[in-house]
């Protein structure tokens, strides 16, 4: 389910006419063994096992050509390599991981798939946001000298930077802190650098298994508890 709200619009022209926007979210995650699971059931001689390794297979692949700066063209949309960041002189170059300099990727979906979806959306309207509610809006790693890099694949005391609104806890309270989660289970934090209402810094755990993890902050600045999530995923290695 798309979740979508009415958010404050910061970027206001004319307030009688955009002074709110909307913003949504997904209310659930497919994952890859899910994705391959629902594929063998597709009425084919395939089985689960295979389409795993037809899956990683894919994800080598995309991954090499998306780091030669391809666009990569799938079945269903174009994904590329996207560079960010500012500079102060036109002859200075792009050095990854330097200040502001980051890489993104973006994913632009053909009209196949946009018309199929917009067809097919379920979305349901949710209520406005509480001026307390958390938010997460972008997780990065920090290197040893203190710039952020867009990596999320991380080793054991690599330092996460959660950055969003309202991310301040009570690590007293066993149901308040960050968490990370994957199939195995709900791993909560307990040691910070910094606990911050716009900004959390965490040391990975040297004790944390390997593998993918979404990660969340569970807030309560009154009697209700708020859980911010992103889309983003942290590998440890």
């Known amino acids: 389910m798309l979740n979508i709200k009415t958010v404050k619009n910061l970027l206001i022209t004319d307030e009688s006419k ?3 926007c909307f913003r949504s979210s997904c209310s659930q995650t497919l994952k890859t063994s899910q994705l391959a699971t629902e594929m063998a059931d597709w009425n084919s001689s395939f089985t689960e096992a295979d389409y795993l390794g037809m899956l990683s297979v894919m994800e080598t692949i ?3 050509y998306l780091a030669k700066g391809y666009n990569v063209t ?3 949309g174009t994904l590329r390599a996207n560079a960010t960041g500012t500079c102060s002189n036109i002859q200075d170059g792009f050095t990854l991981g330097t200040g502001n300099h980051t890489l993104g990727f973006l994913f632009n979906a053909n009209e196949t798939l946009a018309k199929n979806v917009r067809s097919k959306l379920e979305y349901k309207q949710l209520p406005p946001d509480s001026t307390g509610e958390a938010k997460i809006y972008r997780i990065t790693t920090l290197n040893s000298d203190a710039s952020e890099s867009s990596s999320l694949s991380v080793t054991a005391g690599k330092t996460l930077c959660i950055h969003g609104r309202n991310l301040s806890f009570d690590i007293t309270d066993e149901n308040q802190g960050m968490f990370l989660e994957n199939e195995s289970g709900l791993t909560r934090l307990s040691v910070y650098n910094r606990r911050g209402t716009n900004v959390v810094d965490v ?3 040297a004790d944390l298994a390997s593998g993918s993890y979404s990660v969340s902050i ?4 009154g009697n209700t508890y708020f859980t911010a999530n992103i889309d983003s995923e942290v590998t440890v290695a």
């Open 218 to 221: 569970v807030t309560k600045p």
């Open 62 to 64: 995309v991954t090499k």
């Open 18 to 20: 955009d002074g709110f």
């Open 74 to 76: 799938l079945p269903f």
């Open 203 to 205: 040391p990975v755990p």
